[in-house]
C-alpha cells in the first residue's frame, strides 16, 4: 500500500476554491509559465471554464454554501445572547420564539446543507463512472471539473463546520425548542427533516461522511485512488501544466490540487473494503506519497494544518494502520 498508486504525467487545474485533475498528454507554453495541457474537445466541453458545469447544476450551490459557513459566525454573540435569555426564562414563550428568529437566518441554512450533501451523494457515483471515462480519453471535460470542484469543497466544507461549533449550538437549541414552540421552530428546520438535518451536522466531517457512504465498493474506489495518486505526483513535482489566467496561478493551483488530494483519499480511507482502507497493504493510492506531498507543498499555505488533520483524524484507518514512516510525516 505505501508504495501503490503511482502516477503518471498529470496536470491539474484550479477555479476559484476547487481544482481538476487531468491526465494530459500535449501542451503547449502558457505566457504567464508553465504550460498549459490542451484538448481538441475543451472548446466544445466548455466556452465558458469559469462557469459552473451546465451538466452537473449541484456544482452552482457549492460556491454560496462555502460563503454561508465560513461567513457562519457573524453575529453569532447576538444569537448567543438571545438564547441565553430564552434559557434563563423557560416559561417565557414570547423570550423563545425571539430567540428562534435571531436564529432563523443562519441556522435555516444548515437544512439546505443537508439536502446539498444529500445531491452531491446521489450525483457521486455517476461523476466518478464519467471521470474515468474522460481520463481514458485524456480529455478534460465537465465531470472532470464538476467532480474536482465537489471534491475541493468537500473538505473545505468540513474543515469550516470544525472551526465553528456555533452551528451545531444554534441548530441544538432549535431542536429543543420544537417541543415548546413547534410553529415557530418550524419556520426554522423543516420539522420533517429535522433528525436527518441532526444527524448530518452532529458529525464532525458531515459531507466526507455523507459522500463516502455513496462510493460504489471497490469500482469507485480505485477512480477514487486514481484522482489522489494523480494529485500526489502533480503537488510533489510542483508541475500543475494548466495554468490559465482563470486559474489564479501556480500557488492557487496547488493548493487546489492538494485539497482533491485529501478529499479523494478520504473517501477512500473510508469506502475501500480492503483490510486497513487507504492505509492498508492492498490500497490503491500511497498514503506516504500523498502525506509526503501534502507536507511538501502544504507548508505555509492557508488550510495546510486542517488537510493534515483531515488525514490524521477524518480517516477511518490512520490509527490503526498508517505506517511509521506515514505518522512520521503527518505529526512532525
Known amino acids: 500500500g505505501e508504495d501503490a498508486g503511482a502516477a503518471t504525467t498529470t496536470t491539474t487545474t484550479t477555479n476559484g476554491d476547487a481544482g481538476a485533475v487531468h491526465d494530459g498528454s500535449s501542451s503547449e507554453h502558457h505566457p504567464h509559465g508553465g504550460t498549459t495541457a490542451t484538448s481538441a474537445n475543451d472548446a466544445d466541453d466548455d466556452p465558458h471554464p469559469g462557469a459552473p458545469c451546465a451538466a452537473y447544476p449541484e456544482v452552482a450551490a457549492l460556491e454560496t ?3 454561508e459557513i465560513r461567513g457562519y459566525n457573524e453575529a453569532q454573540e447576538a ?16 423570550a423563545l420564539v425571539a430567540a428562534l428568529r435571531t436564529l432563523k437566518s443562519r441556522v435555516s ?56 461549533p456555533g452551528i451545531q449550538n444554534d441548530f441544538s437549541f432549535v431542536k429543543r425548542a420544537a417541543s415548546k ?73 496547488i493548493d487546489a490540487c492538494l485539497r482533491v488530494m485529501t478529499s479523494a483519499f478520504v473517501l477512500y480511507d473510508r469506502a475501500a473494503r480492503t483490510p486497513g482502507g487507504a492505509f492498508g497493504s492492498g490500497s490503491r493510492v500511497s498514503a506516504r506519497k500523498v502525506a509526503s506531498a501534502l507536507r511538501k507543498r502544504g507548508a505555509g499555505r492557508d488550510g495546510f494544518e ?7 483524524y477524518t480517516t477511518l484507518h490512520y490509527a490503526s494502520h498508517a505506517s511509521p514512516a506515514v505518522q512520521a510525516i503527518v505529526e512532525r
Not at 461522511?209 to 480505485?222: E, M, N, S, T, Y
Open 65 to 67: 454554501t462555502m460563503a
Open 79 to 94: 444569537r448567543n445572547a438571545a438564547i441565553r435569555a430564552a434559557m434563563a426564562a423557560p416559561d417565557n414563550d414570547a
Open 109 to 164: 441554512r444548515v437544512g439546505a446543507w443537508h439536502d446539498l450533501a444529500e445531491q452531491l451523494a446521489s450525483l457521486l457515483p455517476r461523476l466518478l463512472v464519467a471521470f474515468e471515462a474522460e481520463l481514458a480519453e485524456k480529455r478534460f471535460a465537465a465531470a472532470t471539473r464538476a467532480l474536482s470542484r465537489i471534491l475541493a469543497f468537500v473538505v473545505a466544507f468540513d474543515s469550516a463546520k470544525i472551526a465553528t
Open 181 to 253: 414552540a413547534p410553529r415557530a421552530a418550524a419556520e426554522v428546520v423543516d420539522a420533517t427533516k429535522a433528525s436527518a438535518v441532526s444527524l448530518f451536522i452532529a458529525q464532525p466531517s458531515p459531507m466526507l461522511a455523507r459522500l463516502a457512504l455513496a462510493v460504489d465498493g471497490d469500482a469507485g474506489c480505485r477512480v477514487l485512488g486514481t484522482i489522489a495518486s494523480l494529485c500526489a505526483s502533480t503537488a510533489a513535482d510542483h508541475a500543475p501544466k494548466r495554468l490559465a489566467d482563470r486559474a489564479g496561478g501556480a500557488h492557487d493551483a
Open 306 to 312: 486542517s488537510l493534515l488533520a483531515a488525514l490524521r
